[in-house]
T-cell receptor, first 114, second 115 residues
């Protein structure tokens, strides 16, 4: 089954404790992206990647890191989480070529930083 | 700045009735694509319908259709014969190549379906 797999689905952590949210897709998509969703703000892009070793900042990159060492994986790293990073996070992927392709989304990760 | 505006934070519709969710966007690009996504309580993001900006014909997917007015930069979603399973948050979004292929989302409209 074609899918984007995110783990974990839920995570509660303490301020300053480094964490990684994993994301993997099995569709051979070039494009991968991370979004955060907050009430009343919709979804905002954190980082994206157009191919292996090619990443770039989205609209809200502060406090986050990403890497793209393999085509299928695109982990999101919070080096020193803070309470304002409490949010619902989505990983997504798509083909490139045209902007016609919609994203395939993962199931989301609910992160709480206390 | 490129933006998407969904002016209705909440909407309500009775089962079997029709409802229209509004969306306006602002982009200077001529080639772009528009999408509506549904997010039910399971929080999964589900693609409902897409529209190519260069096509004048409005997209239709079963009970879902759009009214695309390019000059007005308007992209509304019509849901016919509403069902209880249509209750969800609906997000309007657009995507362009020059913007790095990012999907730019509105803030969403919460749709309640009453029996």
């Amino acid at each position: 089954e074609a899918q984007v797999t995110q783990n974990p689905r839920y995570l509660i952590t303490v301020t300053g404790k480094k964490l990684t949210v994993t994301c993997s897709q099995n569709m051979n998509h070039e494009y991968m992206s991370w979004y955060r969703q907050d009430p009343g703000l919709g979804l905002r892009q954190i980082y994206y990647s157009m191919n292996v070793e090619v990443t770039d900042k989205g609209d809200v990159p502060e406090g986050y890191k990403v890497s793209r060492k393999e085509k299928r994986n695109f982990p999101l790293i919070l080096e020193s989480p803070s309470p304002n990073q409490t949010s619902l996070y989505f990983c997504a992927s798509s083909l490139l070529g045209t902007a016609n392709y919609g994203y395939t989304f993962g199931s989301g990760t609910r992160l709480t930083v206390v | 700045a490129q933006t998407v505006t969904q002016s209705q934070p909440e909407m309500s519709v009775q089962e079997a009735e029709t409802v229209t969710l509004s969306c306006t966007y602002d982009t200077s690009e001529s080639d772009y694509y528009l999408f509506w996504y549904k997010q039910p309580p399971s929080r999964q993001m589900i693609l409902v319908i897409r529209q190519e900006a260069y096509k004048q014909q409005n997209a239709t997917e079963n009970r879902f259709s759009v009214n695309f007015q390019k000059a007005a930069k308007s992209f509304s979603l019509k849901i016919s014969d509403s069902q209880l399973g249509d209750a969800a948050m609906y997000f309007c979004a657009y995507r362009t190549a020059p913007s790095g292929y990012a999907l730019n989302f509105g803030k969403g409209t919460s749709l309640l379906v009453t029996p």
